[in-house]
Structures are given as structure tokens and as C-alpha cells.
């Protein structure tokens, strides 16, 4: 049923059948219209005329999108891979040279990949899908924050997601260069993941470089993509460092986890869904043993909570304790 109503509700059908409405209008209605007894649409030629340049006008705007869409992709990627002239940590030529390379076989896998999908897919729902395989800019943009160690590599191989790369060249994720050379990106058919340092959050091996590095990373992201540097944040949060560190360590971290979502707001300038993972839960005592005579349908459900983006401030924090409760319960 869900699908029925993807189906039906899917942008360029509703916009064929919005252009269709339009021309039964104009050829049906248009002859009825008059200005001081005179009717411009009377003529069957002239009302064939203003839907040709209907449909000249619809097809003209989807090819001019499709070509900004691929300008906008080809600065994006040479924005990334761009060494800053001024960073004396820049990547030499021929290494840029190398990821400009590795960027673009990625983006052309990612556009296989998602096409190979469409493919796959029903009559019309193909007819819809052809030739709407989306660019990189296009595409949503999860960034990953969290402490050396806190899992966020373990986390995505283990996310379930379909990763094209490592089909077809063997490799989960890129490594990062120029402003992103502390950064491994993730790309799947849906979006992409940007795991960025675990340096980046804590910020206490050499915090002037740390904290350079990092406003360097939000300044490019809102430098390449300014309508919308990021999507969401992912918060990885390591229970193998909640059981071990003591309640100052604890606050302490936790202080740092809010400054780097501060920094993220304050630089970017916008608001962000902030996702809290909890990783590496299978330290606990007995986790294995409770867990393993689940089946892959029950261990593949979410164990979780969301909280409207838009409440009021504070109403998250109160309505906490009921809805871990409520977790505990299941």
C-alpha cells in the first residue's frame, strides 16, 4: 500500500498530470474567455501554440535543473578535494589529483547503483525513476560526532545499509583530503555519511589545531553547500566509556559532545535533528546471552525514542525518564 501511494503521490507523475490539466484547461476553457468581446484563445491554433510553449517552458526548466544540478556536483567535489593554499597540512597535487579521481569513479557508481535500483522496479514506477538518479549535492548529508573509539566506523559496516563502493571498488569509504582529510566519507544509494575525526569532539590532543581543523570542516561545508551544509548529525555515544569513566570524566565529555553541536549551530546557521547512538552495548555483562535467541527481524528493530524537532525547551529532557522507562519495559 505504501508503495501504491509513493507511486501516486511521486513528483513527475503529479507533474505530468498537472501539465496534462493545464492543457485541457487552456483547450477547453480558453475558448470561453473574452476581454471586451474579444477572445484570444478562440483560435484552436493559437491554444496549440500556448501549450507547445507550455511544454517547451516544462522541458526547458527539468534540462536547465539537470545542468545546474550537475555544475553545482563538479564544484562540490573539486571544493572537497581542493587543498587550501594557505593550510600548510595541504595535500600534495598528485594526491589531490588522486581523490578528484576516486570522487569521481564514486559519483559514477553511486549514479549506476541507483539506476540499477530503478531498474528493478515496476512498469511505471521505472518510467518515473528514469533519469532521476541524483548528485552528490543533491543527496542528504549525515555528519557522524563522536570520541576516538566510540565506534562510528563499527557502526555504519554493521547499519544494514547498501554501500555501491564496496561492491564495485572494494572500499567502504573514502578517505578525505584538503579541508576533509580528517574524514572518511560514506556514500549510499540514499546519502552521505561523513565520519569526521574523533579528535574533532574531544579536542584534547593539540585543542588550537583540533578546533581550527574542525571550524575549517563546518566552514567548508557551508562554503559548498549553502542551502544546506547537513541534514543531520549523528551522536556517537560509547557505553564502553559511560561504564568505565568516572562522573567528572563523564561531564566532561558530555560539556565537549555540546560545544561541538553549539559550534555546528552557531557556524551553519541552522538547526539540525541530532540522533544519539549508543554503541558498543554488547560490553554489558550477559548482552550476548540475552540477546541470542533473537531472531534477525527482532534484533533489526529500533530500540529508541524521538523527540519532536520543534518542542519546547526542555520538554525532551522531562519527557526522558518516561520514555526510557517505557524502553525498559519492552
Keep these: 500500500m505504501k508503495a501504491v501511494f509513493r507511486l501516486l503521490f511521486h513528483p513527475v507523475l503529479l507533474g505530468i498530470l498537472g501539465l496534462i490539466a493545464l492543457a485541457l484547461v487552456i483547450w477547453f476553457i480558453g475558448p470561453m474567455i473574452a476581454i471586451a468581446g474579444f477572445a484570444p484563445f478562440e483560435s484552436a491554433l493559437v491554444r496549440l501554440i500556448l501549450i507547445g510553449l507550455l511544454v517547451v517552458f516544462v522541458v526547458f ?21 581542493k587543498a587550501d593554499e594557505t593550510d600548510k597540512g595541504a595535500a600534495p597535487s598528485d594526491e589531490v589529483q588522486t581523490l578528484r579521481t576516486r570522487f569521481e569513479e564514486a559519483l559514477s557508481v553511486l549514479k549506476d547503483s541507483q539506476a540499477a ?14 533519469g532521476s538518479a541524483r548528485y552528490l549535492y543533491e543527496l542528504p548529508w549525515y555528519v557522524f560526532i563522536g570520541a576516538p573509539g566510540s565506534g562510528k566506523t563499527t ?8 554501500f555501491p563502493l564496496a561492491e564495485k571498488l572494494g572500499i567502504h569509504q573514502l578517505k578525505g583530503v584538503g579541508g576533509t582529510r580528517n574524514c572518511d566519507w560514506w556514500f549510499t544509494d540514499d546519502a552521505v555519511l561523513i565520519d569526521t575525526a574523533g579528535r574533532y569532539t574531544t579536542q584534547d590532543s593539540d585543542q ?12 567548508l561545508l557551508k ?18 566509556d559511560l561504564l568505565a569513566q568516572d562522573a567528572d570524566a563523564t561531564e566532561r565529555h558530555a560539556a565537549a559532545l555540546r560545544a561541538r553541536i553549539q559550534e555546528l549551530y552557531k557556524e551553519l546557521n541552522v538547526r539540525l535533528p541530532i540522533y544519539v547512538l549508543v554503541t558498543k552495548a554488547d560490553l554489558i555483562a550477559g548482552f550476548n ?4 535467541d533473537f531472531g534477525k527481524e527482532a534484533r533489526d528493530q529500533v530500540w529508541g525514542v524521538t523527540f519532536p524537532q520543534q518542542g519546547e525547551p526542555g520538554a525532551a529532557l522531562a519527557a526522558l525518564p518516561g520514555e526510557l522507562a517505557r524502553l525498559r519495559e519492552r
Excluded at 209 to 216: H, I, K, V
Excluded at 289 to 292: A, D, L, M, P, V
Design 61 to 81: 526548466r527539468l534540462v536547465w535543473r539537470k545542468l545546474k544540478a550537475k555544475t553545482q556536483n563538479a564544484k562540490l567535489v573539486e571544493g572537497l578535494v
Design 208 to 219: 588550537d589545531s583540533d578546533r581550527s581543523a574542525w571550524q575549517g570542516f563546518l566552514g
Design 155 to 162: 557502526a555504519l559496516i554493521n547499519s544494514g545499509l547498501h
Design 289 to 292: 546471552e540475552f540477546f541470542s
Design 223 to 240: 562554503r559548498h553547500r549553502p542551502r544546506q551544509p547537513l541534514n543531520g548529525v549523528l551522536l556517537t555515544v560509547s557505553l564502553g
Design 117 to 130: 535500483a530503478h531498474a528493478k522496479q515496476g512498469g511505471l514506477a521505472r518510467l518515473l525513476s528514469a
